[in-house]
């Protein structure tokens, strides 16, 4: 089965398509990242308005690279939600209307599951059962993952998400959005120890996290040591990046273990936009090899929005003949757990 893959739930539109026999074909990704630049975050109207210019060209020069004719496309993948109500109706009024004029199924596709199963489109795939990190601009969960699309969240973020954190700490520290990889290239050149930021909600139990805090004592570190022209110096800007990082990833990994020690599984999937962090995938790999465990991740340009996580993650529940009727709708919130199973684990 052959399946056209659309993404288009926030500031990327991904395309890509996903054959069932032969693996992954094409993918392309166009990011508005320049278009939203300039506001320090996504404005959800440029979005959806850039998603429709972008859509067509790219389902073009994915099927050219994939040389497939329409003909070939046996049914359509996007994604359904969560994210942008805007963004999402752009992406899901395309699918569904090219799936209805090529007369093939289409499927809404939850965004989170498109991350949790995008490592499974890497030459070595986890297999179940295992533990699931998601850590995105939007979520911060860690899921139980049974057997294919058995998902219990066993904790998640009570307010920021990861990713939003580093957002937020980029913006304060004057780097361009998305914030994510400059905090971490910034924090590259940062001195150990010099700050020592809180690790929040470790001294809890559970598995839920917090991250709005750390904002704040980032906030307040960076105006005590602020300089006339509003920002501390390059070096300390520098450290304050280490100390913010160390803080996120240090909490990260200590509710990991836990949730690994809880379930008793040996695998970690690390999925979504803050799994592409280099110290993260590090620290993480280092605690499950004690455990003689291991982690796995997507490459990673699948680890941030793409097409091919949609398509992949829509061609298996296609697969198993799961589809939907023609109505167009989409979830700006959408609970994971509530999705059908994905066949026998
Ligand atoms: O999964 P994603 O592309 O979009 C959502 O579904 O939200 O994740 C985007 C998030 C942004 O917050 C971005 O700053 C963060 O992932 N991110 C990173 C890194 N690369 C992307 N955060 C930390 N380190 C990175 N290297
Ligand atoms: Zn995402």
Redesign the pocket.
Known sequence: MRVLGIET??D?TGVAIYDTDLGLLAHTLFSQADVHAEYGGVVPELASRDHVRKLLPLVRETLAAANTTQQQVDAVAYTAGP?LIGALLVGACFARSLAYAWGVPALGVH?MEG?LLAPMLEAEPPEFPFVALL?????TQLVDVAGPGNYQILGESLDD????A??KT?KMLDLDY????H??RLAERGVAGRFEFPRPMVDRPGLDFSFSGLKTFTLNTIAQHRQADGLPDDQTCADIAYAF?EAVVQTLAIKCRRAIEQTGYKTLVMA???S???R?RQVLQEQLAKVGGRVFYARHEF???NGAMIAYAGATRLQLGQSQALAVNVFPRWDMTSLPPLGQS
């Open positions: 739930s926030c990327e994210g965004h991350h850590v995105s601009g939007g979520h998400a990861a990713g939003e580093f957002d980029a998305p914030g994510g990889p905090v971490a990082q979504g936009g803050v592409a962090n280099v993260l680890c941030t929005d």
